[in-house]
């Protein structure tokens, strides 16, 4: 089914900021008209903006310089009394900062003997269940877990098994945090390794290699049952893993899509509606996805196994923002169809995504 054109979902360019640095991420502060910019100052130093949206404008309402660049962010571990920014640098330290009086970290560690790529918190906010969690992938390979209750030492540390060559961890994400027990992380890495860790048990429960480098991974949500799983890649593919049913030896039923000829930076599912999805683009563009389910979720393969069957993927609009990569994108978890992306032309841009109850 196609929708019409006067039932599509548009996406409206609200309000932008040009910025003097290198934006790497951009987050919304939740219950909030705010939003953080994090970056890169041309000096070297690492920058944390906070504006806030006043009708088509963003006006700045401080600015927080420290010793590294930032290259992540998240709110997911904190209250949402608190709304404490985990932070991960290039100098490989998580750090979580109390935005209203930001001079000294509320905890920090070198987490990492190399920048930290990718940052991920559960836990809090209201959202799921069990403990506060961080979890902080790397250049160095290695994917920690941290809850900030506990200093020092991560929770659990997945490094490359012995004589095992490190790769590059470039994304990871939290799911399957639907009671006080269960929680998984999926990390993606540079050679297209996906690989998918049970903190309840512990051990790798699922891998596969998507080919190319894997730039985003995102659970559609953290707090339920495992039910899907988007990853993207450096060649312009992504791929929607079906992750209710793990077939012994094929895993999970996935289905992929070639968006564009560019990189695919980011995922991120619409947190009003996880069958609705985002991506953004080496060449500027964001597009925006639908997953229809199949039929029947399962079937039964010729041994009696359950297997799980892919659904399909139909794309709703896209736009073209920029010239420039678009690198971070964040939507709003209180007001639906808002979004805050960051492009590598130092502009912050909040869109407006119309319709989105009519798909």
Known sequence: TTTTGLERPQVVAHAQQALAYTLFDCKWVPRSARLLCLGSAARGTGLIQLYELRGGRLALLREIEKAKPIKCGTFGATSLQQRYLATGDFGGNLNIWNLEAPEIPVYSVKGHKEIINSIDGVGGLGIGEGAPEIVTGSRDGTVKVWDPRQKDTPVANMEPVQGESKRDCWTVAFGNAYNQEERVVCAGYDNGDIKLFDLKTMSLRWETNIKNGVCSVEFDRKDVNMNKLVATS?????????????????????????????????????????????????????????????????????????????????????????????????????????????AFDQTVRVLIVTKLNKV
């Open 234 to 342: 450096l060649e312009g593919k992504f791929h929607v893993f079906d992750m209710r049913t793990q077939h012994p030896t094929k895993g999970f039923a996935s289905v992929s899509e070639k968006a564009q000829k560019s990189t695919i930076w980011q995922v991120r599912h619409l947190p009003q509606n996880r069958d609705i999805f985002m991506t953004s683009g080496g060449a500027g563009s964001l597009h925006l996805w639908k997953y229809e389910y199949p039929a029947q979720r399962s079937k039964k393969d010729s041994e009696g196994a359950e297997m799980g069957v892919a659904g399909s993927i139909s794309l709703l609009q896209n736009v073209t923002l920029s010239t420039q990569p678009i690198s971070s994108l964040d939507w709003s978890p209180d007001k639906k169809g808002l979004c805050v992306c960051g």
